[in-house]
């Protein structure tokens, strides 16, 4: 019995938004509620979620264990930023200015990191996955793509060539299609094994 | 240029030096920035869920009824102090009920959105192609519209094999049939093309991130000279 009320609920809820989102005129303000109420406990799972992550570096830095300075970084940045929005304002211009002087440049030298190890490891994955159809392709694609994308040939303004850039710009879309269509089949599909309860992601 | 100016470009600055010294390995300074970053962002993050959702969703209408409870207000209140419950070790199941109710809203939002948004403009788009306005012209058949149509749905049809793998006893052994194979191995082609132009998009954005922050470094550090 203990097991079969979660997976009611789900079941229940699941069913209970997709009747609303099918019956819309008549049940959007059912369908309204159970969506703040699903806003509210995804944002308290969210705050859950970094309660635990604070609580487990808090213990790192009682114990005094190994790599403790990150825990103490963590919290202190954690600790500055969350009383800081609390107290003058998530949208207090000064704030989001201190924010983004941290967030900005960090994330921008990841981003800019992420070039320079791209490179690397789509070196690294031919010599890890060999020659084959989806390596080759994918390495043919690529040098196409990068040379198209500097512009050189369009710039040259010949026809024939113009029609032939068009149909390799194409090319990816038919790839595409079917990634999402499969993406989308298998998404639908643990959609309705949720709702029917035979799978349960929230736990036995 | 002032003295905060010159502090938060002394700020991105170090925090530029500490990510890229990623590239003498995993040191330090790179493991400090990211957990800065991580502090500041879920802090940023908590203030914000706290009071652009939590207090105007959840307690703003509790104070509105004077503190006296309604349906409509306990529910969700009752499912956080149960996800709250979460935090302590002896109380982990109580957290399955929100949990549920959340998956299942979340399974009700995706079968509607990746039926409607993804699965059927998708489908459409390629059943569009063979459309009689479309393969003929004055009567006759465009031969180039109905290779293109033809051409694209054996694409999606061959990606789509490539994901199958279901396998037959072939003797001793289990392998895919012959046509499975084939078509996967075409699927394979078209995934790579995709692959390879998307890794190209993204290369390029990573490629100009870094340029515009090595330029940003340059500009500061000129500012400084000059002042």
């Known amino acids: 019995m203990k097991k079969a009320i979660p997976i009611l609920i789900a079941g229940l809820s699941g069913l209970l938004v997709l009747v609303a989102l099918i019956w819309q005129p008549q049940l959007a303000g059912w369908l309204e509620v159970v969506l703040n109420w699903a806003v509210i406990i995804a944002s308290v799972a969210a705050l859950v979620a970094m309660a635990t992550l604070l609580l487990a570096h808090t213990r790192k830095i009682i114990m005094v264990r190994h790599g403790f300075i990150y825990s103490v970084i963590l919290i202190g940045a954690f600790l500055v930023s969350f009383v800081g929005g609390m107290t003058a304002g998530v949208e207090n211009p000064s704030y989001l200015r201190w924010i983004a002087a941290i967030q900005q440049p960090a994330e921008a030298s990841l981003l800019g990191l992420a070039a320079l190890v791209m490179a690397a490891a789509a070196l690294r994955l031919f010599h890890q996955r060999g020659w084959s159809a989806l390596t080759v392709s994918f390495g043919i694609s690529a040098l196409v793509f990068l040379v198209l994308g500097l512009g050189w040939l369009q710039a040259l303004q010949i026809p024939q060539l113009d029609i032939v850039i068009g149909y390799l710009e194409a090319l990816p879309l038919v790839g595409m299609r079917g990634l999402l269509i499969g993406m989308g089949l298998g998404a639908l599909l643990l959609g309705l094994r949720i709702v029917l309860g035979l799978e349960r992601p929230y736990g036995e | ?227």
């Not at chain 2, 938060?8 to 330090?28: D, K, P, Q, W």
């Not at chain 2, 509105?64 to 979460?86: K, Y």
């Not at chain 2, 078509?183 to 340029?211: D, H, K, P, R």
Request: aromatic share 10%; hydrophobic share 55%; net charge neutral.
């Open chain 2, 1 to 227: 240029m002032n003295a905060l100016d010159v502090i938060i470009g002394l700020i991105g600055f170090a925090l530029t030096l500490m990510v890229f010294s990623y590239l003498l390995g995993y040191n330090f300074f790179f493991r400090a920035a990211l957990y800065l970053l991580v502090g500041i962002s879920s802090g940023y993050i908590a203030a914000v869920l706290i009071t652009k959702v939590i207090l105007p969703l959840l307690i703003a209408p509790i104070q509105a009824h004077n503190g006296q409870f309604s349906p409509l207000t306990v529910v969700p209140l009752l499912l956080c102090l149960l996800l709250v419950l979460m935090l302590f070790p002896r109380t982990v199941s109580a957290g399955k009920l929100p949990l549920a109710f959340l998956v299942g809203v979340m399974a009700a939002l995706t079968i509607a959105g990746v039926s409607r948004g993804t699965l059927a403009p998708q489908l459409l788009s390629i059943v569009n192609r063979f459309s009689p306005s479309l393969v003929q012209t004055d009567g006759e058949p465009a031969w180039g519209q109905i290779l293109e149509a033809v051409f694209i749905l054996l694409g999606v049809v061959a990606v789509l094999f490539t994901f199958h793998h279901r396998t037959h006893l072939k003797g001793d052994t289990e392998a895919r049939s012959g046509l499975v194979e084939g078509l996967s191995s075409v699927g394979q082609v078209f995934i790579g093309i995709t692959f390879g132009m998307l890794f190209v998009g993204f290369y390029t954005t990573a490629l100009t991130a870094l340029i515009a922050q090595l330029g940003t470094i340059k500009d500061f550090i000129l500012s400084l000279i000059t002042g």
